[in-house]
């Protein structure tokens, strides 16, 4: 009986917060207020004392609050004095999760790399700070909503006057939640399109505009199988890498003249993440993944690519998601 | 002198404008409001008296209002009673616009069919249902802003309730705004997006969901050359193009075997809309585009197309937008 | 004990045969010999008495012996007399056989076009000839091995004389065999290829050169998933679909501006062919796809199409041959 | 005078020969001997003394006439005693010719492998065996026409007896003719698919034979902007490219399983050859394009790659042959 009743409140909330996740405007006669609730996005404040200390340069950024926020965060690692000229070469991964992002940022260290590494919960990247460090790398770890147009104009911001200019930034976020179009609702529609597609183009765009001044750099967004194929309940994910293919080529056709290296990598494979499939499957070592950002990378500019694909050698071709 | 202040009251106008329009997010705990302000659409709102009439069960519907909308608007044509079965086929096609949906409209009701328009402004479409029932053919002209999930449900759940379920359904919306994709500013980027991919969700899973009770029906999908080629400048287009594109092929495989047919035709042209194009080039006439549109609706089950390409005979092919 | 000796032999025949399949050269200084021995293809003859009459003119094509041919034969069907003009469209239909071509032919009878119909064994086409005109139509039989140029050069000169240029070709042979790359031979790799490639490019270059002179027509090349997918154990097919390809798009940019409709259709089917698939799966009903032939030639040249797939509503999608 | 009659006379050779190049058979019975002629391609005979001492296991294949060939010819460079195993990486370049093949083969050299190159005519790769022995590395040339099955066999039986298994093959042969298709003839249509299409599978097949054995290597088939596009004027490069593109897709669903790494290269660039190019354009420096060949050889095998495009950072995409 009481538990009739808790489900028919847990029908009621989850019908409410559904209606309240719609878009909702109020006129103001030519204007219109667009709004609707989400769940509260928590993501590190890169505020930390350390950072603080590096300058006043650096403090017109953190009155910008980046996104909804929340615990002050110290990126892990040595800053160097911004006043020097970085003796390594820089790299950036934008979304960096277990598995893709943790080994591309462990593989580009040992390729003698500083790495910057971003996710929004920064927190987590300490482990992974302290790894490339004890292997005799350098890493920093800071808070990023990718999604997000001023969480990551303030990375970019803060990662110039810190570290400088990234010789490479690679977009690594993917987010994927299957279902039939029938039942796919709008805000996970958006959503999926703001991870695969709408954050691709706002760190692209971030990278590119640090880039020119230079006339150097390499930027290299993680595609998937639902880059080619739109199969089906894949369309969340599917809608938003057609889309960041999309972005690949417009870049590629209007950064390589300028000297900036546009790649897309269509990961057509599982990755493994310290523990195999499930079915027993072949998967992709992300490190191997890492050797062909690294080649691309250092691709001579009269012969570069704007789009490869990997997967095993045991693994079935455009299966996978 | 005077000049020098307006330009520069101008640019902080625009400055001012630039930071409005930005997506902001205030924290409330675990949940978070994320707005910004945009310019107010107006959409044409289908609560005219004649359609008021038509029962009760719509009155529902007109409670919730269905977006930024104004002027209170009676849908053109005669309004057949919901009692009784159409007696012909239903188009419905959402982003009436002069060109390809007006041509279209038009011979689809010479085809025989009653057809149904909607733009965010119907009272623009009155010209065209006139024109159609002077011809001899059936025509309605409702308001529709095709980003706006409210708005796109209601209108199916009118032109259910009035004329019964389409038979065939077109998402002919299409947006561009040229600019390097290091200028493009988010506001932009995501209103291509709206239009030119979650316009086309939002029809074709509203359309999806009406057919499937039948399990016949056709959606065909507007797309460019845009649609497959991401080219130097394109970027607005060519994310919702691409994106669309993988809608298409989602939807394809995941209705087809439910006895829906949809397909995604790809117009590699400029389309004439009663005047040449500025350069003399070659453009395709809608009213011929059309005739491909309804050979894809009447073809037999067992040899559907799920994608074809058009373009005038003396046209380069993938040079357009 | 005989049974092996048997075998032994069967095996050194095979040997043997295998050997001499195998392209050899006899040099003559800056001049070589190419050549291999075959299976010799028999194709029935265009030489019959009733059209031997048509004048002298033809005489000198039939002096050219068009392929390793045998039975002469009398093209079935009422031959019109050459000096007037044909007052129906005029389909040519090359590499006919039982399902696709068969119902092709009938479905543009049906449709008022005169039918020519060719393939090697022209003799096996008389039931289908009678067929259409027992249904009121107009139907020729020719014999012509599309993979030979003097043959396919001798049937278009002897369509034109006899019938006129016609108004639409279609290319209709497939040839597939399976097979392991490591495992199939070079005279099997290169049947494959002369069947599905180039007797395509000689049969679209033949109608091209009859067409261009009145500058309109249809060319269609009919290609399979094979066409754009090089699936394991599919080498023989696929080479040759791709091939094809190219050919058709290569035509589509040299022959539309000179009014010239080139259309490649991409059957990812299987074709009933008046028996289920033994698997009980679909099946393409040929005189389906014939609609969507018709509707590629009916299209007006402001709107021409280059390429679209067909399968049926209930077939996965490019997982056929 | 004299002049019109010389022309007269060359117009008639011309004819003649052209009549000559046709495909003729002679019916045989059931057995048909297909033969025409052709220039004759004089190729390298692999039968110098040095090689001859190396073992009577390879008199055999001496004795099977390669090709229409000419000048014996010892190949260049130190032979290693075939008893003892390889000690470095054996590369195979077949189809070496100024810019891409002899660049690939000096900086495969100066990688550490040993080299194999070869072209129909093996003299003229003396100079490119002399200068990779002189910078340290190790060379070897061989004449072979890839289009000829016994020409390829025997080098590859060659090579495996002399040299071992190769770890790299790489097919580098490319042919255009330029031409509209009515204008191309049956010979030439036939060339260009021989040479971009049939060595490919002919050097392929005999690869992945010898490869299979040890379930390792790497075959790296060379495409261009053909391989994916047929542009107007194109067709003779066209039909083979995509034709050895269905290759390379078929050979690596095949034999990626089976441990052996196939993976297509598409050259979207003019390829440096000493000279710059005549229109002043960009062009691909083909040592760079080595390190991308280099690179797919070297990638792991949990990530391989099927298939890249490489072009200059200064070309137009897709723009090229």
Sequence with gaps: MRKAAHNCEGKMLRYLWKSLKRWRAIELGPIAQVFRLDRSTPV?????????????????????????????????????????????????IVGVGPGYGYALARRLAREGMAVVVAARNAVRLDTLVAQIESEGGTA???????????????????????????????????????????????PAFEEGWRKNCLGSFLVARAAARAMLLRERGTIILTGSTSSLLGRAGH????????????????????????????????????????????????????????????????????????????RPWNEQFWEHC
């Design 44 to 92: 590190t404040r890169n505020g930390g004392r350390r950072v603080r200390q590096a300058g006043a340069r650096h403090r017109r950024w953190l009155a910008i609050p980046a996104a909804p926020a929340s615990q002050p965060y110290a990126p892990t690692g040595a800053v160097p004095a911004p006043s020097q000229p970085p003796a390594k070469e820089l790299a950036l």
């Design 140 to 186: 920093f770890a800071y808070g990023c909503d990718a999604t997000n147009e001023a969480s990551v104009t303030g990375l970019f911001s803060h990662v110039a006057a810190q570290h400088g200019v990234p010789d490479l930034v690679v977009y690594a976020l993917q987010s994927f939640g299957p279902g039939l179009t029938i039942d796919v609702e709008v």
């Design 235 to 310: 369309l969340n994910l599917a809608v938003g890498k057609f889309g960041q293919r999309a972005l690949a080529q417009v870049l590629a056709r209007e950064l390589w003249s300028q000297g900036i290296h546009v790649a897309h990598i269509v990961i057509d494979a599982d990755i493994h993440e310290g523990q195999g499939r499930e079915d027993g499957g072949p998967q992709s070592d992300p490190e191997h993944i890492s050797e062909t950002i690294i080649a691309l990378h250092r691709q001579p500019r009269s012969a570069w690519s704007s789009e490869l694909d990997v």
